[in-house]
């Protein structure tokens, strides 16, 4: 499986103790991290631009694979994301509506530490649950 990450995921390492392969792997285990050719881009305008962090947050993802996309900014990472069938790791909470929209999974930063995962599909009916919900104030039935 793979786990896409989003610009702001790569600042996740230098803002907060959160070691981004550790968390990760704690949520979806032997997931591999990877990033969108459009994130890159994204991480080198911020370098040109000054942005604190930018700098080592582009080495970070650069370390990882590359998944090419003619897209730009979260466009690249959503179509990115479709074509893949990957999570998304991201902070933004536009991109985290967009991929729940389209059924993705996504890996959210929950506290200092760790990550969440959100979305997909939903959990199996447990075996022997009840079939029938009770509205209050209806009688039960006995057998």
């Known amino acids: 499986m793979v786990v896409l990450v989003d610009t702001n995921g790569w ?6 103790p959160l070691r981004l392969e550790s968390a990760v ?5 032997g997931a591999r991290l990877a990033t969108a050719s459009s994130v890159i881009g994204e991480l080198e ?3 040109q631009q000054g942005v604190a962090g930018a700098y080592a947050a582009l080495a970070l993802a650069r370390r990882y694979p590359c ?3 003619r897209r730009r900014g979260d ?4 179509d990115a994301a479709i074509r893949r069938r990957a999570v998304v790791l991201t902070a933004d909470r536009a991109l985290l509506e967009r991929l729940a929209e389209r ?3 996504t890996l959210r930063p929950r506290g200092v530490r760790r990550l969440a995962l959100e979305g997909g599909r939903r959990p199996k009916t447990v075996k022997n649950a009840p079939s029938v919900v009770r509205r ?8």
């Open 11 to 16: 600042f996740l390492p230098l803002a907060s």
């Open 25 to 29: 792997d704690a949520v979806l285990p």
């Open 45 to 47: 305008r911020l370098v």
């Open 67 to 69: 998944v090419s996309t």
């Open 75 to 78: 466009e690249g990472v959503l």
């Open 103 to 105: 059924g993705l999974r």
């Open 136 to 143: 209050r104030g209806s009688p039960r039935r006995t057998r």
